[in-house]
């Protein structure tokens, strides 16, 4: 596609579900990247894919948030047992690898955990 | 502990005056410095990005501005358009790491009224 698209767009859960999110990066971009971004408040990073390889987690708030890409195209980020501190908008973005090549972001997907 | 501080928090023009937004980042090592236009209900979009070596950049009728030195960039809006509305985020890269882990500002939230 054209850009970087996200499913669902919105997602209401119950707490204590388990959601999955997914992202579809522009084609040919190897580097996938999520973010978790509260309302009034900038993105914040939660983890960074090149490719299937996941780089970097450092930014995932605990052990329930989980994010994979098995075929360094699609990726799920799947937040087990929700709780209400994890409503947020997540957003997903696409570049290439190297350098200071732009990120180009996805509309998000906002979860709201009531 | 790095840092990205944007200020005014926000600010409300009239249609075709022009602006400026400020950006302090206290992020090191530096790579680079991007500003991000965020509609709302959407994912940024890319304004400008900025090295270490570059002093100004412009974007149409958005204009950046870099002091490496200061450690403060800013973005002037020429003739604002009600378009123009939007979430500003200033975005620093740390580099000699991982690229996804961009340290986000919270954004300046302008709104322009006609």
């Known amino acids: 596609g054209a850009g970087v698209s996200q499913s669902p767009r919105y997602k209401v859960a119950k707490r204590g579900q388990d959601v999955a999110l997914r992202c579809d990066p522009i084609?040919?971009?190897?580097?996938l990247f999520w973010y978790q971004q509260a309302l009034g408040q900038g993105p914040e990073f939660l983890t960074y894919?090149?490719?299937?390889?996941?780089?970097?987690k450092s930014g995932l708030p605990s052990d329930r948030f989980f994010a994979e890409r098995p075929e360094g195209s699609v990726s799920t980020l799947k937040i087990q047992r929700t709780q209400k501190e994890d409503s947020a908008v997540y957003l997903c973005?696409?570049?290439?690898?190297?350098?200071?090549?732009?990120?180009?972001f996805g509309p998000g997907t906002r979860l709201t955990v009531l | 502990k790095n840092q990205v501080e944007q200020s005014p928090q926000s600010l409300i023009i009239l249609e075709g005056k022009n602006c400026t937004l400020q950006?302090?980042?206290?992020?090191?090592?530096?790579?680079?410095l991007r500003w991000y236009k965020q509609d709302t209900g959407r994912g940024p979009v890319s304004l400008t990005i900025?090295?270490?070596?570059?002093n100004t950049k412009s974007n149409g009728r958005y204009t950046a501005t870099l002091d490496a030195d200061t450690k403060q960039s800013s973005l002037h809006i020429t003739a604002s358009q009600l378009s123009d509305s939007a979430s500003y985020i200033c975005?620093?890269?740390?580099?000699?790491?991982?690229?996804?882990?961009?340290?986000f500002g919270k954004g300046t939230k302008l709104s322009v009224k006609p």
């Open positions: 950006c302090n980042y206290t992020v090191s090592p530096f790579s680079n």
């Open positions: 975005v620093v890269s740390p580099g000699g790491g991982s690229q996804g882990n961009l340290i």
């Open positions: 900025m090295t270490f070596s570059e």
């Open positions: 973005a696409s570049s290439s690898p190297w350098g200071t090549d732009t990120q180009y």
């Open positions: 894919f090149q490719n299937e390889a996941q780089l970097d």
């Open positions: 084609s040919g971009h190897v580097s």
